[in-house]
């Protein structure tokens, strides 16, 4: 482990807790200076085995004003994580006069990720040179809960941030584990930094931290960022490595082998998959947004759930390498990717909202689909993300300005409110103009923080105009469009149609009909709503018989009920819910299932019925999930038939639409608008036998209105194991139509 110097003012001895630098003027002196941390030099050790880290970390300082004092004063503060101590500290360019370390909770600020109990280190620092370091040596164990923050319908386990053990590393910029400069808050320096760090081997472990690896010192691994960042991560686990190159880059693959030959034959091959994915992603990507910024792109299989990116690498639950290319679909790999680019580096400015995840989800998500030239799959991307906002209640319609600050607008608004507005900017200036203004920003801004204003400029720049209109409408107003087709007139003495719109507040919204004639032929138009109301005439050889609003969901808007499609999402959305479930012994998957809708106990009043006792007037009143022969209930099935759900049992299993599933591995979810209860649904989860429902876990993740799935089973390392798919999927959408008055 590289040592600290010691040409410099040593204090000696322990001193508890996390060290977190600040970066305030201290009085008390002359000529105070401030203080900004530039640049890290991290080296560690780990051992699983204990839990254990020692680190050392040298700080460098960047002096405000940066000339005309010969020594000034001033205060620093780290964060470090409190179950660290920190054995020495040392100061070069400057003395330390006094320091106070002082804790800072583990209570989190609200809507904040929890994070491990820190402490924060104050150093006065006197006699301060041009380029002052601070250098310190610690040690501790890190060790965490994994199991704590899994929970099933979750992709993130977002309480992992400072581990060492066998199962895995973990260590990210928020888990303390080196001192990181931040406010008496514990809040990062608003500065982004240089890195360089150096690792001791791990035995039977592979090492990836966040930057380019660099050349080894001796054993120890070495890597270091090409632009500033944020912070550092590390990350390991008991990996075997496959790699390859591609135009220039080198991509590779960390993931554990499992002992039984079944399952070794599969990750061999999902892994060569995902390595397929990334070099075709970067292929498809470049020429849009620019260069990749790194001369590496490692996926990492993770101990616990997870899709983070990182500078150069992504992390990923193993679960997501088992799936294959069910594993592949937009929005997972291709997103993590592209934050490669938007958010590591060209960093998200933090004195303004998070805009990385909307142009993210936009570029992955959404653009996916059209990169395939899947338009039918764009088309239903569009709707979901209105869909997601339209979940929302008005209170939590934000702007989106505000996603990512504190008691600012949530995920929904941040990624699909985010990726609708990055959608009709495209719409507004044109695709061409909007890559583009995509690679302006990768050519200007590497290294350097971005807010929506900059964002704004570059945008301007390619479209030639200002976009402070759509800015102002999008990004910083609250609430979102609710837009009402009102009327459709037939004018036979003009020979036109005259459609009237309105909308719930003045906003300038170009909303897109479709006119229906009798023998199913249509008509696109747009029509500019500007204020409360207007109405639009088109000139037409014959009647129509019907106009659509917005049928391809090109405005984000703010549905009807029964415009939303309905889905699992429907069904848990309300603060009641009726459970039909068989009578008598109950498969415990179901019960599974049963717990996942019902939430954290308290959150919602949940009623258990069986078949045998539920009656109509229940059913009537909210929301229902109805699992396995909790559908043989008379009263269920005729609630179902007055939902119009298209879902009946059969003598041996089920029947679908118009196709009947009796295998012992098919299963199937279906959700449709409750009849009788509007924003309300009726959640049926029905398999033909225990392996049939042996992927319950996974129910939450699906957007689709039904699924039908066919599960096996097999047995590895003395457990089962259970591989779905999906082998039908529907959604059932019901779009604002209405017929010409004629």
């Not at 040298?58 to 004003?65: G, I, K, M, S, Y």
């Not at 469009?481 to 149609?497: F, H, K, Q």
Request: hydrophobic share 40%.
């Amino acid at each position: 482990m590289k040592q600290p110097k010691s040409d410099g003012k040593r204090v000696c001895g322990r001193l508890p807790g996390l060290l977190a630098v600040g970066l305030l003027a201290a009085g008390g002196c002359t000529r105070p200076v401030t203080l900004r941390a530039t640049a890290y030099d991290l080296d560690v050790r780990l051992d699983p085995g204990t839990h254990e880290l020692f680190g050392s970390a040298e700080v460098t300082l960047a002096r405000e004003p940066a000339t005309g004092v010969s020594a000034g004063t001033g205060t620093v503060r780290f964060a470090l994580n409190a179950a660290l101590d920190v054995m020495e500290l040392t100061a070069r360019g400057a003395r330390i006069r006094a320091h106070v370390v002082a804790p800072l909770g583990a209570a989190p600020k609200p809507g904040a990720d929890k994070r491990p109990p820190m402490r924060i280190h104050e150093l006065h620092l006197e006699g301060v040179g041009p380029t002052p370091r601070l250098t310190f040596r610690y040690a501790g164990v890190l060790v965490q809960d994994v199991q704590a923050g899994e929970k099933r319908g979750q992709v993130h386990n977002l309480l992992m941030a400072a581990h060492v053990g066998g199962e895995g590393i973990y260590l990210d910029e928020g888990g303390g584990w080196y001192p990181l400069a931040c406010d008496e808050h514990g809040d990062p320096q608003p500065l982004a930094a240089v890195f360089r760090l150096s690792a001791g081997p791990v035995e039977g472990m592979l090492l990836v931290a966040g930057g380019e690896p660099a050349p080894p010192d001796g054993t120890r691994q070495v890597w270091r960022t090409r632009y500033p960042v944020t912070g550092m991560v590390l990350v390991g686990g008991p990996h075997e490595r496959k790699e390859r190159t591609v135009g220039g880059v080198r991509i590779a693959v960390h993931y554990s082998r499992p002992d039984d030959p079944q399952s070794q034959a599969q990750i061999e091959k999902h892994t060569d998959l995902f390595l397929d994915a990334a070099a075709r992603y970067l292929e498809r990507y470049q020429p849009l947004i620019g260069p990749y910024p790194y001369e590496h792109y490692t996926i990492v299989e993770n101990f616990f759930s997870s899709g983070f990116a990182f500078p150069g690498f992504t992390l990923l639950n193993r679960a997501l390498l088992a799936m294959g290319p069910r594993g592949l679909s937009h929005g997972m790999l291709d997103h993590e990717m592209l934050h490669a680019w938007w958010g590591n580096t060209i960093l998200v400015d933090p004195q303004d909202g998070n805009w990385c995840e909307a142009l993210t989800s936009f570029g992955a998500n959404y653009y996916g689909y059209v990169l395939d030239g899947d338009e039918r799959g764009a088309r239903n991307q569009r709707r979901n993300f209105c869909v997601a906002v339209s979940r929302l209640p008005p209170a939590e319609d934000l702007p989106l300005g505000t996603f990512g600050r504190s008691e600012g607008a949530g995920r929904e608004i941040g990624y699909s409110k985010g990726a609708m507005v990055f959608y009709m900017l495209s719409e507004e200036i044109g695709p061409e103009r909007f890559w583009a203004a995509c690679r302006r920003l990768t050519a200007e801004y590497k290294g350097r923080f971005v807010n929506w204003a900059v964002l704004q400029a570059v945008f301007e720049q390619e479209a030639g105009r200002s976009l402070d209109a759509f800015m102002r409408q999008w990004v910083r107003a609250t609430g979102t469009p609710e837009v009402r087709l009102e009327a459709a007139r037939w004018r036979a003495e003009t020979v036109s149609l005259e459609v009237q719109l309105a909308q719930d507040a003045p906003r300038t919204l170009r909303v897109p009909l479709r006119i229906v004639a009798d023998d199913g032929t249509t008509r696109d138009e747009v029509v500019t709503l500007d204020g409360l109301r207007t109405s639009a005439v088109f000139a037409l050889a014959q009647p129509p018989r019907t106009v659509v609003l917005d049928p391809d969901f090109r405005v984000l808007r703010r549905l009807r009920p029964e415009e939303i499609v309905p889905a699992v999402a429907t069904t848990r959305a309300g603060r009641r819910l009726l459970v039909v479930q068989p009578p008598g012994a109950m498969s415990p998957l179901y019960q599974r299932v049963i717990e996942d809708f019902s939430g954290e106990p308290g959150q919602k009043e949940v009623l258990l019925r069986t078949a045998d006792d539920v009656s109509a007037a229940e059913l009537s009143a909210q929301s229902v999930l109805i699992v396995g022969d909790g559908l043989r209930s008379p009263a269920v099935q005729a609630l179902l038939m007055r939902a119009r759900c298209p879902l009946s049992l059969t003598a041996g299993g089920f029947r679908f639409e118009d196709q009947t599933y009796e295998a012992p591995g098919h299963a199937v979810l279906c959700t449709v608008h409750h009849p009788a209860m509007p924003g309300c649904g009726i959640t049926v989860y029905y398999g033909n036998s225990e392996t049939a429902l042996g992927r319950s876990d996974l129910l939450l993740h699906y957007r689709d209105s039904a699924v039908v799935f066919e599960t096996t089973a097999r047995t590895a390392e003395g457990k089962t194991v259970y591989e779905s798919r999906p082998i039908a999927r529907r959604d059932f959408e019901s779009p604002t139509v209405i017929e010409v008055q004629r």
